[in-house]
Every structure is written in structure tokens, then in C-alpha cells.
């Protein structure tokens, strides 16, 4: 899969990066391009998944409940709260 021209400026667009590092980047994403076809054609077939290579269990608590809540002192510090939630004020259009 090459990348395209238009593919390369709409991620330029996306992170704002200047157009002078196109060429930089372009050549970066060839070779996790490169990579990634190399891993597809490693022959797995023989090979379960594994979600972890070590072979350990881990340890999990209990599910208890150590803390009290706590929520109206901590909003009482802020500086917007209506029926319980936090307002924020908007940020992006």
C-alpha cells in the first residue's frame, strides 16, 4: 500500500505539520508501511493468540469499597456543578 499525495497533505492538515517535513514523514510511514506488510506474511498459522507471553496470573483485591463518598465536598470546590455533574465550559466548536 504506497500512501498517495492527498493522503500525505490530509495528515499534514490533521497535524498541523509544516510542508516541509512531507518528505520526512512520507518516508517514515513507507517503512511502518514496509513493517507492517512484513509482520502479515509471518506464517502464524501453527501459533495461538496469546494476550500475554509471560505465563502468570495476576493477583486482584477484593471488591470492596475503601472509600467514602466524598462527591459534595469536592464540588463545592468547583466552579460549576448542576445536579451532580461538573460544567466545563465549551472549549471547540
Wanted: include cysteine.
Amino acid at each position: 500500500m504506497a500512501l498517495t499525495p492527498d493522503d500525505l497533505n490530509s495528515l499534514a492538515r490533521l497535524t498541523m505539520l509544516e510542508p516541509a517535513a512531507l518528505p520526512a514523514l512520507s518516508a517514515s510511514l513507507e517503512q511502518a508501511i514496509e513493517l507492517a506488510a512484513g509482520i502479515r506474511q509471518a506464517d502464524t498459522s501453527g501459533t495461538e493468540p496469546l494476550i500475554s507471553p509471560l505465563d502468570l496470573t495476576q493477583r486482584l483485591r477484593a471488591d470492596i469499597v475503601s472509600e467514602t463518598d466524598q462527591r459534595d465536598c469536592y464540588q463545592q470546590l468547583a466552579p460549576a456543578v448542576q445536579d451532580g455533574l461538573y460544567l466545563v465550559p465549551k472549549v471547540l466548536d
